[in-house]
């Protein structure tokens, strides 16, 4: 199997996966609507669900696809490529049905939807600023996790949930009780995780979490390409 068959492949896969969260959200929104006897219905927060998803597509299709694409000949580098391309490609096809539904159909069909536009608070938010955040939150949630899946493979599966459940301690007891014996709150803390995202007492400016997304796609693709070269994978 040459690299755009495979390419190809992991497309489709993709995409059907897609199709099928659209067609679940679709039938809810439907049935809402059938049920209250209004016909808009307003999804609120439909972008975390997307977000969610690009999280789960890797964790759930890497494992299979890997020694599917190994036995058919291609090299680990070729078929992490293809991954995060496919990956790649999927995340910017979710953003662009997210800009769709938030500015083309009108906010009183999705005007609630757009992840950014609720986190921030700004209904007014450009349809590009729109797009470039939606694109590099779902990049960043896909490749986090396709490198996470190589990871995975490469250690197994009950070292990986030990490491997982290691860092969850950290980031959600460790950093914090550190955070409040020095400054006596976690405040610090919260508010330089906000001001990182673009979220200060002077404003909000989604913009600025282009940066830490694309600081997140550039460790992801550095992390997973070094593990995949270095992964065994059992017939």
């Not at 679940?24 to 439907?30: D, E, L, N, P, S």
């Not at 490609?89 to 005007?111: D, I, K, N, Q, Y």
């Not at 200060?200 to 979490?209: K, N, S």
């Amino acid at each position: 199997m040459k690299f755009k068959a495979a390419l190809r492949y992991q497309l489709v896969e993709l995409l059907q996966s897609a199709v099928a969260f659209c067609v679940i959200v679709g039938a809810v929104v439907v049935a809402v609507c059938i049920l209250t006897g209004s016909l808009w219905f307003q999804v609120p927060l439909l972008g975390v669900l997307v977000v969610i998803l690009m999280l789960r597509l890797p964790l759930s299709l890497f494992s299979d696809d890997m020694r599917f694409l190994l036995h058919m000949g291609l090299t680990r580098a070729q078929v992490y490529a293809s991954s995060a391309v496919a990956f790649a490609v999927t995340a910017l096809l979710f953003a662009l049905l997210e800009v769709v539904c938030s500015h083309a159909l009108g906010p009183a069909w999705m005007g609630s939807s757009s992840f950014a536009r609720s986190l921030y608070g700004i209904q007014s938010l450009g349809v590009l600023v729109d797009f470039a955040w939606m694109f590099g939150a779902n990049l960043a949630a896909a490749l986090t996790a396709l490198a996470l899946a190589i990871v995975r493979v490469k250690v197994g599966k009950k070292w990986f949930l030990a490491g997982l459940a290691a860092v969850a301690i950290l980031a959600l007891l460790v950093i914090p009780a550190i955070c409040e014996a020095l400054f006596g709150n976690i405040l610090p803390l919260a508010e330089g995780t906000a001001g990182l995202f673009g979220v200060t007492a002077a404003g909000a400016d989604p913009t600025r979490a282009l940066f830490p997304f694309a600081v997140a796609v550039v460790l992801a693709v550095l992390a997973g390409y070094f593990v995949v070269k270095r992964v065994e994978v059992r017939a």
